[in-house]
């Protein structure tokens, strides 16, 4: 490591419209005293010490700046808060327009999708990897569910010589007609600064739907996957429901 933090990005500017919730949905109660965000949190707590976190909010995100501050406080965490371009919509929009932020290594997560067991090396694995030469890293579940694969970012991983798990197929949403591809989902992202425009931008097109780049799938079949357990995605009602259900058996 050199003296320069790694960045973790958190886009929290969506709003969470299928839910209708009072409160933004990183917000959401997911145990006594704790909501949504506390389990991004804590995926970073045993890494604060080499991270600077950029928080990217939309309007009416007062709570959200506050719990950031108080947590990121505890955590001897650096915090940045900026809004987002409205010309680059979606999460990975918000990616794009912090580019300003970017540190030697970058993990971007998704404060509503929550992990069912702890993982607190994963962070560190995949900025560690950033650090080894990888332009870019998946933290990824391994699914078979064809309708979860039908709706999510899906990716085929599989293992290259050196055991390491590498992305040989993606598809943002693929629809059940083409599930059989797929044997895993996203839950979060690393990248090098210099892979940010290739990268980024190829799942930026993706996820607004846009006409393929000629190097789209080059882009992002080139990287590298670090292996989490199952999570859940909190934007709709029944997997709220399930979450909350779960949390408390």
């Keep these: 490591m ?5 960045t973790v990005i958190l886009p929290l500017a969506g709003h969470g419209s299928r839910l209708g919730l009072p409160t933004p949905k ?22 604060a010490g080499r991270l600077r976190l950029v928080a990217i909010l939309g309007e009416d995100r007062e709570s959200t700046a506050r719990h950031l501050e108080r947590r990121c406080l505890e ?6 808060i900026i809004r987002q371009d409205p010309a680059l919509p979606e999460s990975t929009g918000a990616v794009l327009g912090a580019t300003p932020w970017y540190g030697p290594a970058n993990l971007v997560l ?15 694995e995949a900025l560690d990897l950033i650090h080894a030469g990888e332009g ?18 899906s990716l085929h991983l599989t293992r290259d010589a050196g055991g390491l798990l590498r992305v040989t197929d993606f598809a943002d949403k693929p629809g059940l007609e083409g599930v059989e591809r797929f044997n895993a989902v996203w839950f979060g992202y690393a990248f090098a600064p210099s892979a940010a425009e290739g990268f980024v931008g190829a799942l930026h097109r993706a996820t607004l739907n846009l006409a393929e780049h000629p190097h789209q799938l080059d882009a992002i079949c080139r990287a590298a996957a670090v292996e989490v357990g199952p999570f859940t995605d909190l934007g709709t009602w029944p997997a709220v429901t399930a979450h909350w259900t779960g949390a408390a058996s």
């Design 2 to 6: 050199t003296g320069a933090r790694d």
């Design 26 to 47: 990183e917000m959401l109660p997911v145990g006594p005293g704790r909501v949504a965000l506390d389990d991004t949190l804590d995926l970073l707590a045993p890494h």
């Design 75 to 80: 955590l001897r965490l650096p915090l940045a």
């Design 110 to 124: 998704l404060a509503d999708q929550v992990l069912h067991t702890p993982a607190p090396t994963a962070a560190g």
């Design 136 to 153: 870019a890293v998946f933290l990824a579940a391994m699914e078979d569910d064809a309708e979860r694969l039908a709706v999510d970012g």
